[in-house]
């Protein structure tokens, strides 16, 4: 059977590509050159569908799959193995021999390569001619456009219908058209050379899925790309090749053009942004596919010599000998290979079939970086000081450096773009198993590399030229099935797989402003995707335990860490009200039960911390306790933690069962305070704080973290500091329950004293953590004064009971009463009115009874000094019996002499204390 050699010739969209499948598959044997590696992969996976993975073989300059039982064999042009006896042979886009870089190869195949059954050469119509002249015995067969094109003219980019392609031909006008796009569209997919092939790919399929509705591109959209592109505007019609700035011809127009349209879908072309209009010429030659004959295309002489340097770059030299075969002197391989025996290192005499073809297959590296004649020059030299020797090899430490530096998937579209230019090189040297050490590693580790540099560029064009999120949205709204909603552990929420917000607690927070066309994208879709989502977590709420909530300091109640209600003022302050934070897209009564629950959660966990109030709130506990204990029951209640009862006038008489009955509740009733211990613990004040400052709608002071005492400023009321548990000493706030055990020992001092005059050792700061400097503010606030001073030093020996202490003053005293009683007060029977009796000023029954007549004129009788209360009993300015004659005036007391008050500046100024540790 001898061999058929035909030629399919049309524009796009005539099928041919599909046809030589079609006719490969029917043979035992096939092979098929394509322009492009991405088109190449493309075919792959066809023809593995039809004949399967261990059948087919993929070729490119970068990427060899290759079983060992391939019976097909799909590759790029440039590496078709043209030793391979197969039945068949397609080689496509047989114009592109006219490419001044590539044309030679495509020309050679041409000429050269068959098939032993049928060989098809497909491309377009205006290949009819040449192919007629270089009298090849060729089988022409013209292909009709399934569809037609048609020119509609200029139209500004805004106004471009949807599924519309624009193609540029500079990366920065590219860019510029695809930031457009995105803020008026919802973005674009960018297409362009430079791009790896599954960036490219990715790109793509994002069109083709509808995510964007428009593609920006360079002329890469021309060769291969199946897209279903309904028009095509050109942005401009010149472009750079490489050497020069020129315009497109109408073919080449043509090309890009007939992107548009699929199969029987008519497509349209015209121009945008400053492109000028085509001629009318033009336009209707590309309507009707009418374009001037190609009249010669690139040729190289396939019979080199490999003997020496000098006799190679000879026999490249040598025309074809037809007017049709040109030669092109220019090409970046043969430019190269002169450099390099021009070069010392390598010298033009080289000698040796082995050692002029090393070199010849090293100046024909593909220039993926575009880095201009020199710029690739000099990459292909280094390596030639490495390689020259055909049994050299690139050292796997030396290449692991080099990839280390190009393995980062971190940096904006240009660095991503450098990085895949130059990992595509080392990928096509690792393909190279006479180059590497271990070119099967290397082919993994370059190819791995490439595709996570791929993925990061992919996603770098997205987020800088689409929002998905808009364009997912917009699309998924016009259906009538639900949205399909989810939501990440994190809290995001994915609306068609796109992240549209986050649901904090019951909180949407959409990603975009909703006052935005986007952001109103997402606020509608989050109100019917959302809804499921908060109704769920409504009733996880609902029948969550009590350990899942937590309180915190803004009085909010989180819920998988996220507040998701918050308190407000309720009837009192230890009663709040609760309130849903959020859910506003579900309706009242379905947030109620969550509500409930939530409240019902609050009120425990106030019980909880606070069990003495939550009695004294909730259960009435306090309606136990009679006359003056339930006033001080309530007053505690009410005030949070503490009150101080030096301020009261007249002083407190508690008996010992009113302080038994007030400790069987849960309060202390002392000298100074009555305080509740366990509201003075770090988790009882916090929440204390928390409910004062919902009750009063603003921030609430809370002392230090487990302070026995701490300095205070002009933020401290008297109020917060009750609440907190804390009396003023002075410009110092002590914790009520150490301020009672400091009173405590100060009594026990003056007992062990035996007078009124004793000595406080310094140690006894550390009761109350006070530094030394404070420290005799806090003894006034016990109502404690000078006694005696060093004659020398100034300082405090003796201290003595001057008179009852004003917090506010640390220790000022009130003036002296009138007759020795209480002010308005009259005496009482069996009451000494000139004295205490002997249990002091908390009262009780005096020793031997009520008077009963003697001492009534005003002898006070002596306190029982082994009495607990014995200490307080000088809380007033010792009075004499009243005379019986007129009263004289009485001179002022000197500091440290009884019936007076200690002068503050004066005696406090002579303190001379070791510094508090």
């Not at 397609?90 to 495509?106: K, P, S």
């Amino acid at each position: 059977m001898s061999s058929v050699l035909k030629a399919i010739l049309g524009p796009t969209n005539t099928g041919k590509t599909h046809y030589a499948i079609e006719r490969m598959t029917g043979y035992g044997t096939g092979m098929i050159g394509l322009p492009l590696r991405l088109l190449a992969r493309e075919v792959y996976d066809r023809v593995v569908e039809r004949k399967g993975a261990a059948h087919v073989a993929l070729v490119t300059g970068e990427e060899r799959i290759v079983p060992p039982t391939a019976r097909y064999w799909v590759c790029t042009v440039e590496s078709m193995p043209v030793e391979k006896r197969v039945d068949f042979v397609a080689i496509d886009e047989i114009q592109l021999a006219e490419d001044e870089d590539r044309g030679h190869v495509f020309t050679d195949r041409i000429l050269h390569l068959r098939g032993t059954h049928e060989t098809l050469l497909l491309g377009s119509d205006t290949m009819r001619s040449l192919l007629r002249r270089l009298e090849l015995n060729v089988e022409t067969e013209p292909r009709e456009r399934f569809s037609e094109l048609r020119y509609t003219g200029h139209a500004k980019i805004t106004k471009l219908p949807k599924r519309t392609a624009i193609v540029a031909f500079s990366a920065d006008e590219v860019y510029a058209i695809g930031e457009l796009l995105r803020r008026q569209k919802g973005g674009a997919a960018i297409v362009m050379g430079a791009l790896s092939p599954r960036t490219r790919n990715a790109q793509v399929a994002m069109y083709q899925l509808g995510e964007v509705d428009y593609i920006v591109a360079t002329d890469a959209i021309g060769m291969g790309l199946n897209l279903d592109v309904d028009r095509v505007v050109f942005a401009s019609r010149s472009k750079f090749d490489g050497r020069r700035h020129r315009l497109l011809t109408s073919a080449e127009c043509a090309q890009i053009a007939g992107r548009a349209g699929r199969f029987r879908t008519d497509g349209e072309f015209g121009e945008t942004a400053t492109c000028p209009p085509m001629d009318e010429d033009m336009w209707r030659a590309i309507e009707a596919h009418r374009f001037d004959p190609v009249d010669h295309i690139q040729w190289r002489n396939s019979d080199l010599d490999f003997s020496s340097l000098r006799l190679l770059i000879r026999s490249l030299e040598k025309p074809s000998g037809h007017a049709a075969l040109i030669h092109n002197p220019h090409a970046l391989d043969e430019w190269v290979l002169r450099r390099m025996s021009e070069d010392e290192a390598i010298g033009p005499h080289v000698a040796g079939t082995r050692k002029v073809r090393r070199l010849w297959d090293l100046a024909r590296l593909p220039d993926f970086r575009k880095a201009g004649p020199e710029g690739h020059a000099r990459l292909v030299l280094g390596l030639a000081e490495t390689l020259a020797d055909p049994d050299a090899r690139l050292s796997d430490k030396g290449l692991e450096r080099r990839l280390d530096d190009l393995s980062s998937i971190q940096g904006d579209i240009a660095k991503l773009q450098q990085r895949l230019a130059n990992i595509r090189t080392w990928t096509y040297a690792a393909h190279r198993p006479d180059w590497l050490e271990n070119p099967e590693k290397w082919q993994d580790r370059t190819r791995e590399i490439e595709d996570s540099l791929s993925d990061a560029l992919h996603e770098a064009l997205t987020a800088r030229f689409v929002d998905r999120r808009t364009t997912a949205l917009l699309a998924s709204l016009k259906k009538e099935d639900a949205l399909v909603t989810e939501l990440t552990p994190e809290g995001d929420v994915r609306v068609e797989g796109h992240v549209v917000g986050r649901l904090k607690g019951l909180i949407f927070e959409p990603v975009l402003d909703a006052r935005t066309l986007e952001g109103k994208a997402v606020r509608n879709a989050a109100q019917t995707a959302v809804r499921p989502l908060i109704l769920e977590r409504l009733s996880l709420i609902v029948a969550a335990p009590d350990d899942a909530f937590r309180l915190n300091d803004e009085g909010e109640i989180e819920y998988i860490n996220s507040p998701v209600a918050r308190l407000v003022k309720g009837s009192a302050w230890m009663t709040p009200r609760v309130e849903i934070a959020g859910a506003v897209e579900v309706d009242p009564n379905e947030r109620e039960p969550a509500r409930q629950r939530l409240e019902a959660w609050a009120m425990a966990e106030i019980a909880r911390v606070l069990p003495t109030h939550a009695k004294l709130a909730n259960e009435k506990s306090g309606e136990a306790l009679e006359g003056l204990a339930r006033g001080i029951a309530f007053r505690v209640l009410e005030s949070g933690a503490a009150v101080d009862l030096r301020q009261d006038d007249p002083n407190l008489r508690l008996s010992a069962e009113q302080r038994e009955a007030l400790k069987g509740i849960g309060i202390r009733a002392g000298r100074v305070a009555a305080h509740v211990p366990d509201a003075q613990k770090p988790a009882a004040q916090r929440m204390i704080a928390i409910l004062r400052a919902v009750e009063a709608g603003q921030p609430f002071p809370l002392a230090p973290e487990g302070a026995g005492s701490f300095a205070l400023d002009g933020t401290w009321p008297e109020e917060a500091l009750a609440a907190n548990g804390y009396l003023r000493f002075g410009k110092r706030a002590v914790r009520a329950d150490l301020a009672e055990r400091l009173g405590w020992e100060i009594s026990k001092r003056r007992k062990e004293a035996g007078k009124n005059a004793f000595a406080i050792e310094i140690d006894l700061a550390s009761v109350v953590s006070c530094p030394a400097d404070d420290w005799p503010a806090v003894l006034k606030g016990f109502g404690l004064a000078p006694a005696e001073k060093d004659k020398e030093t100034g300082a405090v020996t003796l201290w003595r009971y001057a008179s009852r202490a004003r917090p506010e003053e640390g220790g000022a005293a009130r003036g002296p009463r009138q007759g020795g009683q209480r002010g308005g007060e009259k005496p009482e029977a069996g009451r000494s009115q000139g004295g205490r009796g002997p249990k002091g000023p908390r009262g009780g029954k005096p020793q031997g009874g009520r008077h009963q007549g003697g001492n009534r004129g005003g002898a006070s009788k002596q306190a029982d000094p082994d009495s607990p209360f014995a200490a307080l009993a000088v809380l007033l300015p010792e009075k004499k019996s009243a005379p019986s004659k007129p009263r004289k005036k009485k001179k002022k007391p000197r500091d440290g002499q009884d019936g007076g008050a200690p002068k503050a500046a004066a005696s406090e100024s002579g303190f001379v204390y070791k510094p508090f540790q």
